[in-house]
């Protein structure tokens, strides 16, 4: 089938994204998989990452951008109930509250809720943030299969025994890992087979969390069983 539109730069800026969205590139990788000249190449991802189309990873490679990941949240069902799950949170708990599912190396927030007055840790709907560094990071991973497990955990700032810990307890619990001053506790939201298919999270100043309490971890457990509901 021809997949030219007749439009070239149109043509080329959908190659750039399909190279994209099969796996995180750098330019070289680009320039392979799609036989654009670097300098096009170059030009275009930049101008894509403009658009927030297409953003980078934390090794500079080219990743599927926050704007994409907005357009496609806005028909995924976990994502309406997520946010009627962060509001929920964040009124209970006065902290910032966020839904994380995992894409690739990377997780993305599906939903996000901000207190009204207070230090907030701002993360927007559709950043993609690491899986190597944070609560909502730990739960992603803990219950991935033994090699994907171990492979992230190669340069996490957590490692086997913690992600251990927080399959054994059901929470994950963060200070300073991600961002410095910022603290957060996650535990896991599951399907109806079971599977981990999110992380939900509070964050905020790291005083008011260095403790996690029994009340939050009952809060951040209420928010699950509602983003679980159907």
């Not at 190449?41 to 189309?53: G, I, P, S």
């Not at 840790?121 to 990071?137: F, N």
């Not at 079971?194 to 403790?211: C, K, M, N």
């Amino acid at each position: 089938m021809d997949k030219s539109s007749g439009v070239g730069v149109l043509d080329k800026a959908v190659a750039l994204l399909d190279a994209i969205a099969a796996r995180p590139c750098s330019l070289t990788e680009l320039v392979a998989a799609t036989g654009i000249t670097r300098p096009t190449a170059h030009r275009l991802a930049v101008a894509l990452e403009h658009h927030r189309l297409v953003a980078r990873d934390e090794t500079g490679r080219f990743v599927p951008g926050p704007h994409l990941h907005t357009w496609a949240l806005e028909s995924d069902p976990l994502a309406s109930r997520a946010t009627a799950a962060v509001s929920h949170l964040r009124d209970a708990t006065g902290l910032s509250a966020q839904v994380y599912r995992r894409v690739d190396d990377s997780r993305l927030c599906i939903a996000a809720a901000e207190p009204a007055t207070g230090l907030r840790d701002t993360v927007p709907v559709g950043s993609l943030l690491t899986l190597r560094a944070g609560s909502a990071a730990q739960i992603l991973v803990a219950w991935l299969p033994d090699n994907e497990r171990m492979r992230l955990c190669g340069d996490a700032v957590f490692d086997a025994t913690d992600l251990a810990k927080v399959r054994r307890r059901g929470w994950a619990h963060s200070l300073g890992q991600r961002e410095a001053g910022v603290g957060s506790m996650s535990v896991p939201a599951r399907d109806a087979s079971g599977q981990v298919v999110a992380a939900v999270s509070i964050s905020g100043p790291q005083e008011r969390l260095t403790h996690p309490s029994p009340e939050h971890r009952r809060f951040l457990v209420d928010a699950a069983e509602r983003l679980a509901r159907t």
